[in-house]
């Protein structure tokens, strides 16, 4: 998988489908040299044309044949001669710039290294995976930089990270590290982002690489609402199921930068890392720094390829929880049907009715601690209020627990309210700058996670109500953006480090609880889907995807969110009509068909459902039990784009594709609706699959080439989730 050829100096990692090779050059320059299909190389001298070039710099003045602003790197700096945005700059002691970093020497080994302090994706003895660490040195300063490429070959997946370790003798200062650079070869690329807003999470952007820069990123604090950590660079022309695709996306749940730059050279180069606008580190001698790890796929097989790769194997190898591949109940939320608003009976009544559905898991939102009535108060008092909940967190859940059902509990515990006896007694705690009274998001303050007891303090919190309530699942919710970003322990010289070392704080935080309560299932949330990255799902196996629940809104959501993540991952609850965040009405078929594309939910007050949608929601919740395992884990094909018109399309197949589920929806209708077809993917040509509840048999050959004839649709908002199974005789 890992080859070196002394020879040709080349370092070449191969998966199951493609290659990835690198050369070290002269002066010992290490050089990108290929990422694509699995490619064999022939020896030779050269593998890149080196041609005299007008007007540009000479890095060595002893060699007139080469110049860094004309190759491709695999890590890049500033300072002698590459002018394009680099991959690390750091000073040293005297303010000058550390550059010129040169290959020293390369190690192999099997398996794949932990990322001290961050989580990251693992591989397992089958997996043979492999890691190459290489070693970038720079003589004077006494810095190296050590890069680390994991390939996992039968997840066609290499992965990426990059440490930095002083061994000289006085403190150097990082102010850019990206865990990845690539620079592709001269061309025409589309770049493909995932951009959004509160309530309108990753939807899919695209645009032509033009020359220049086009960076994305977040400053919040958070991986954020407005930009995944996550790019994709596409030959011209990429669609779902053709053309090549380079997957990008950071493990990483704080500010972090991506940017895509075409040169005068059309060379295009991409950087993927924390934000250096917001970063800077004292390396002092003898410390290492770690930057985040990076996972890249490649596909020649369009977006569908990528994703498919994508979502095997974050459910197999990031999520360490041990629900990562075990099904995941269906859930009832109290939020949207109570807000704060609630006491122990009207909770009981909702968790009866959710029992009569088949409904699994009882979870109770915000508004149970403290005088917890709004949100203006009680963030850091996490004392049930008794006024509400008489018997306690204890009491309710034994209640729930005894009707069969399973107890879930919400907390936010990275937050401080103004108004709370936790601000009282310890206001430093919260981030704030010595100038000026705090911003506040949500009425509410930050912790400063970067400080030691603040952390120990939230690790005590979560233990002692964790580990004397019967809690069965946790809602980790985050409704703010960072500011004030000052912290009073921290030197001067090194505020600039608040904002990664709060990421840290926090991983240790779920690091320590994920670890202590293995059997407590696990939802992260940041007002909805402000937090969604592989960072968080590494502990959380699943993540409330927006707080946005219309049906509409949520078709182009999950379309985009299923771009690099798996369905089991996507939170997605049935709420009520008119939609509380948009007022917009759509049937309880709809909103059900929406939500059922992953993890399953409601979230509305189930006393207000006329009769037939009452059937409609237990026929529902039974379907979805029924075919949960195929819905949950089978692979997921996007067929029709809500970004491309009034019609939705997408479907998930079993592994040996004797069995697949069509989603289909049509948003907005027209009179006189000509007939359309939607053609499917993924199924076996040989195979015969019925419909089921319908004697309708087809061909896969038939789905997949002429496609699936859809007729009855005449009005706003329709939809339908059909199951099909291969025919006894097929
Ligand atoms: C934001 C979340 O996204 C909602 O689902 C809900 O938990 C509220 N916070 C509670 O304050």
Request: hydrophobic share 35%.
């Amino acid at each position: 998988m890992i080859k070196f050829s002394k020879k040709t100096n080349l370092l070449s990692l191969h998966t199951k489908n493609t290659s990835y090779i690198m050369q070290v050059f002269k002066n010992q320059h290490l050089l990108h040299i290929y990422w694509g299909k699995s490619m064999v190389l022939t020896e030779r001298n050269n593998y890149l044309p080196l041609d005299e070039r007008v007007n540009m710099v000479n890095s060595d003045p002893a060699d007139k044949s080469y110049y860094l602003e004309d190759l491709p790197f695999e890590y890049s700096f500033w300072g002698k001669g590459d002018f394009r945005n680099p991959s690390l700059t750091a000073v040293d002691g005297n303010g000058a710039v550390i550059s010129n970093f040169i290959y020293e020497s390369h190690t192999i080994s099997n398996g794949k290294p932990e990322i001290p302090g961050l989580p990251s994706t693992f591989a397992e003895e089958a997996d043979d995976a492999e890691t190459l660490e290489i070693k970038l040195i720079h003589k004077k300063s006494g810095v190296s930089i050590y890069l680390l490429y994991t390939v996992f070959p039968s997840f066609d997946v290499i992965t990426r990270n990059v440490k930095i370790e002083n061994r000289g003798s006085s403190p150097v200062m990082i102010n850019k590290i990206m865990a990845v650079t690539v620079d592709f070869a001269p061309g025409e690329y589309e770049l493909l982002t995932l951009p959004g807003a509160w309530g309108r999470e990753r939807w899919i952007e695209r645009q032509s690489v033009h020359h220049g820069v086009v960076s994305i990123g977040s400053s919040r604090g958070i991986s954020s609402h407005q930009f995944n950590p996550f790019l994709a660079l596409l030959s011209s022309g990429t669609g779902e199921n053709s053309g090549e695709v380079y997957g990008f996306n950071l493990v990483y749940s704080g500010n972090f930068l991506a940017e895509t730059e075409k040169n005068q050279d059309d060379r295009v180069r991409i950087n993927i890392g924390i934000n250096p606008s917001t970063f800077s580190w004292v390396l002092a001698p003898g410390e290492v720094f770690n930057a985040p790890e990076a996972v890249l796929v490649y596909s020649d097989k369009g977006l569908n390829g990528m994703s498919g790769i994508y979502h095997k194997f974050y459910v197999k190898r990031l999520s360490r929880s041990v629900y990562a591949s075990k099904e995941r109940p269906v859930l009832v939320n109290n939020w949207e049907a109570t807000y704060f608003s609630f006491n122990e009976k009207s909770l009981l009544d909702i968790a009866h009715k959710s029992k009569d559905f088949g409904i699994e898991l009882f979870v109770l939102d915000d508004g149970w601690f403290g005088q917890r009535n709004s949100d203006y108060t009680s963030l850091g008092d996490w004392v049930v209020n008794k006024d509400k909940l008489p018997d306690g967190i204890e009491g309710l859940s034994g209640k729930i627990r005894s009707m069969g059902m399973k107890f879930g509990l919400w907390f936010e515990p990275e937050m401080i309210s103004p108004d709370s006896s936790l601000f009282r007694s310890h206001p430093d705690w919260a981030l704030q700058l010595l100038d000026s009274p705090p911003a506040e998001g949500r009425n509410q303050l930050v912790l400063d996670l970067s400080r030691g007891e603040v952390v120990d303090e939230i690790i005590r919190m979560l233990k002692q109500i964790l580990g004397t309530n019967a809690v069965d699942y946790v809602k980790w919710d985050m409704n703010r953006s960072l500011t004030d970003i000052y912290s009073s322990t921290l030197p001067p010289g090194r505020q600039g480090e608040l904002s990664h070392r709060y990421v840290l704080g926090l991983y240790r935080i779920m690091d320590e609880i994920t670890s202590a309560f293995p059997d407590i299932l696990f939802e992260g949330c940041a007002a909805g889907g402000g937090r969604f990255d592989p960072g968080i799902l590494y502990y959380m196996p699943q993540y409330w995807t927006s707080d946005n629940t219309d049906a509409v809104s949520r078709l182009k959501i999950q379309y985009g969110t299923s771009l690099v993540y798996p369905q089991i991952f996507i939170g997605s609850h049935v709420s009520a009509v008119p939609n509380h965040q948009l007022g917009r009405s759509t049937g309880i078929e709809m909103r059900s068909h929406t939500a059922m594309m992953g993890n399953f939910g409601y979230e509305l007050d189930f006393a207000k459902l006329d009769d037939k949608e009452v059937d409609i929601v237990r026929n529902q919740v039974s379907f979805y039990k029924t075919h949960r395992k195929l819905i949950q884990f089978g692979r997921f094909y996007r067929l029709l784009s809500p970004f491309e018109g009034e019609k939705a399309s997408w479907m998930i197949v079993s592994e040996d594709k004797s069995e697949f589920v069509l989603f289909y929806y049509q948003i907005l209708s027209e009179a006189n609706m000509s007939r359309s077809s939607v053609k499917l993917i993924g199924l076996d040509e040989k195979f015969f699959y019925e419909e089921t509840g319908s004697e309708h048999v087809y061909s896969g050959s038939e789905l997949m080439y002429r496609g699936y004839f859809l007729s009855g649709f005449n009005a706003d908002f329709q939809s339908f989730v059909i199951h099909f199974s291969k025919t006894k005789n097929s």
